[in-house]
C-alpha cells in the first residue's frame, strides 16, 4: 500500500488525513510532521497516525502532501530537498506556488502536482482542483484524485487557471460564509432573535445548494422561480443590483486571483 506523508497538520491537513483514513486506508501508512508537540500528540492518539520528521517522511512515504502556509515553503523545500527520495510524488496544496516552484528547488526530475482545496473538506466536502506539472504523468494525477476523492469532488484543470480556482472555489466558501453573515444580520435588523435567524438562513443555503447539486437547472432558472411579478423577491432583487453587488462579487474573485498570481511571483528566482 502506498504510504502517504501530510508535511504541516492545520485543518486542512487533519482533514485530508481523516478523510483518507474514513476512506479505507490504514492508518499504519499515514504519517504527518509538526512542529507543535501537543498538537502532533493529539493526533497521535485520536487517529492513530505516525508523527515524523521531514527526513523521516522523506524516507518513509511514497507521497508527501505540503500543506503548510505559503510563507513557510522556503524553508520546508531546503530540508527536504537532500533527503527526498527519486520518484517520490510531491502534491502542493499551497495556495498560489506554481508546480515549476518546487521544480526549481528539488532534485530534477521530481514530480509535482499542485492542488486548490477548499476548506469544506473538513465535512468530506470540498472542491479540488489538480494541475501536473512537466514531470508528473497522467498515473501520478489518478494517485491524487483518488486520495482527494475520499474528502470532496475533484477537477483535472491546465495549471494556467489555478490562480482563477484559487480565487473562485478555493476562496468560494469564505463568500458564502460572508452572504450568509450579513443575511443572519438582516434577520436580526428586522427583529428576528439570533438563533432563529440563524436556523433560516443556513437551513435556506443547504436547501439551495442541495437543488444546485442534484438538479440540472441553471442558477438564473431556480432564481426566476422564486421570484414572482411584484412580489418581495423581486424587490429584494432591484436592492442587491442597485447596490451593486453582482459587479462586487466579479470584482472581489478577481481581486483574489491578482493576489494569488502575486503570491507565486514572491518565490520566482
Not at 98 to 127: H, I
Not at 130 to 156: D, I
Not at 236 to 260: N, P
Not at 262 to 267: F, K
Request: net charge negative.
Amino acid at each position: 500500500m502506498t504510504k502517504i506523508a501530510v508535511l504541516g497538520a492545520g485543518k486542512i491537513g487533519e482533514a485530508l488525513l481523516s478523510g483518507l483514513l474514513q476512506g479505507g486506508r490504514s492508518a499504519a501508512d499515514l504519517m504527518f510532521t509538526e512542529k507543535h508537540e501537543a498538537r502532533a500528540r493529539s493526533l497521535t492518539e485520536q487517529y492513530g497516525f505516525e508523527a515524523v520528521t521531514v527526513a523521516g517522511a522523506a524516507e518513509k512515504a511514497d507521497v508527501l502532501i505540503v500543506a503548510v502556509k505559503p510563507q513557510d515553503i522556503e524553508p520546508l523545500l531546503t530540508e527536504l530537498r537532500p533527503v527526498l527520495r527519486a520518484g517520490t510524488l510531491i502534491v502542493s496544496l499551497c495556495a498560489g506556488l506554481p508546480t515549476s516552484l518546487y521544480e526549481r528547488r528539488l532534485p530534477a526530475g521530481t514530480p509535482v502536482v499542485r492542488v486548490m482545496p477548499n476548506t469544506p473538506m473538513v465535512v468530506g466536502e470540498a472542491m479540488s482542483a489538480v494541475s501536473g506539472g512537466s514531470n508528473a504523468t497522467p498515473e501520478h494525477l489518478k494517485v491524487v484524485e483518488e486520495l482527494l476523492s475520499t474528502v470532496g469532488k475533484v477537477a483535472v484543470v491546465p495549471e494556467s487557471q489555478q490562480d482563477a480556482v484559487t480565487a473562485l472555489s478555493g476562496s468560494g466558501p469564505a463568500y458564502f460564509f460572508f452572504l450568509v453573515e450579513a443575511m443572519i444580520d438582516a434577520g436580526i435588523l428586522l427583529g428576528i432573535p439570533r438563533d432563529l435567524a440563524s436556523t433560516l438562513i443556513i437551513q435556506s443555503a443547504v436547501g439551495a445548494a442541495t437543488m444546485l447539486n442534484e438538479g440540472s437547472s441553471h442558477p438564473v432558472i431556480l432564481r426566476e422561480a422564486v421570484t414572482s411579478p411584484a412580489g418581495t423577491t423581486i424587490m429584494a432583487i432591484r436592492e442587491l443590483e442597485k447596490h451593486g453587488v453582482r459587479a462586487a462579487l466579479l470584482a472581489a474573485i478577481e481581486s483574489a486571483r491578482d493576489r494569488s498570481v502575486e503570491l507565486g511571483r514572491q518565490h520566482e528566482d
